[in-house]
């Protein structure tokens, strides 16, 4: 293990990685019993990753970061592929043990091994940086986040943001000040599903990132589950649209986001897409949501629908995340990709 660097943050309890029915059940568990079970789970053809990111976490949280490694090794010679969570899990517990320099290490070539960098990554980052005053490195992951990976920024996030910005740091943070205060016209709470990304196995990642009232009294707001609101939203009839529009909502691209990552459909996406674009307030398609919208497309093979929503990109001007030009290419290079029209 490497020496730690010489001004560490205070530790701190990083969350959780998100984790399966199966990792749950582990982690309810004491270590020895923890790994007990893992140990009776078949190794052929392999254990499931996230079996084995639970136990890489459960070793760190102990201090026994040389069985966590070994953890690791094992899982690699098993070939049990290491993923986001993986990554996740040695990231959080680096930050957290005050090797902040070799997080962003593994945190920096990670997009070389194909592994996307997640919100809940970019989180335990910015705050182990913000609480060490270390804010070139944090207008680094900054620009990263909104440039590179197109990733919005969770709460940990905006937290650093917020010190940098307070701290006289506010070159590259200018996209972020309507972020960082609260909208008075929005009335309710929106449930927190982003997740570590786009992947459909992260769903857990950011269930306790959600914003801290940090002791102050809070007035409880309406809640408002974007899931809840896309299943409804279904079959997009007149009906349904209709009690939309009247629902009064505050259109904002986060929501947008979480809406569209939501619909179990792309057709139903793209029609919420094409409306929301039009309702009266002010709302404007962004980066993250057009980002949103071509990831979806592109996955579900809408040839056509890709080529116009681009064809709009250039129009605006609007410079989309090099993760999503990845993917475009990806999906235009593959030779076994559905073609929709």
């Known amino acids: 293990m490497p020496s730690p660097p010489a001004s560490p943050p205070s530790p701190r309890s990083p969350t959780s990685a998100p984790t399966s029915p199966l990792s749950r059940s582990l982690l309810r568990r004491s270590r020895a019993s923890a790994l007990e079970a893992f140990g009776s789970l078949p190794a052929a053809p392999r254990r499931p990753a996230e079996a084995y990111n639970v136990v890489i976490e459960l070793h760190a949280r102990d201090g026994e970061h040389d069985a966590a490694v070994e953890a690791f090794r094992r899982m690699v010679r098993e070939g049990a592929l290491p993923n986001a969570h993986t990554y996740t899990v040695v990231i959080a517990q680096l930050a957290s043990a005050g090797f902040v320099d070799q997080a962003l ?159 179990n459909k792309a057709e139903t996406a793209w029609e919420f897409f094409c409306w929301v674009a039009c309702r009266p307030g002010g709302f404007a398609h962004d980066r993250h949501t057009v980002a949103r919208m071509v990831a979806i497309l592109a996955r579900t093979g809408h040839v056509e629908l890709v080529e116009r929503l681009l064809a709009k990109v250039r129009a605006d001007g609007i410079l989309l995340p090099l993760a999503t030009v990845r993917l475009v290419i990806d999906f235009y290079g593959s030779p076994r990709r559905p073609t929709r029209r």
């Open 105 to 263: 290490e593994v945190f920096r070539i990670l997009p070389s091994l194909r592994v996307r960098r997640t919100t809940r990554q970019y989180n335990v980052l910015a705050e182990a940086l913000a609480s060490a005053g270390r804010f070139d490195q944090l207008r680094w992951l900054v620009r990263e986040m909104a440039a590179v990976d197109g990733v919005m920024p969770g709460p940990q996030m905006r937290a650093a943001i917020a010190a940098m910005r307070e701290a006289g740091h506010i070159d590259g943070t200018e996209d972020f000040v309507e972020e960082l205060s609260p909208n008075a016209r929005i009335g309710y709470a929106v449930d927190d599903v982003e997740g570590e990304g786009d992947s459909e196995a992260e769903d857990d990642e950011e269930g306790d990132d959600k914003d801290r009232s940090n002791g102050e009294k809070q007035t409880l707001k309406p809640w408002l589950d974007p899931r809840e609101l896309a299943r409804a939203l279904d079959s997009w009839d007149s009906r349904e649209v209709a009690e939309l529009e009247g629902a009064g909502l505050v259109w904002t691209p986060r929501l947008v986001c979480k809406l569209l990552r939501a619909f």
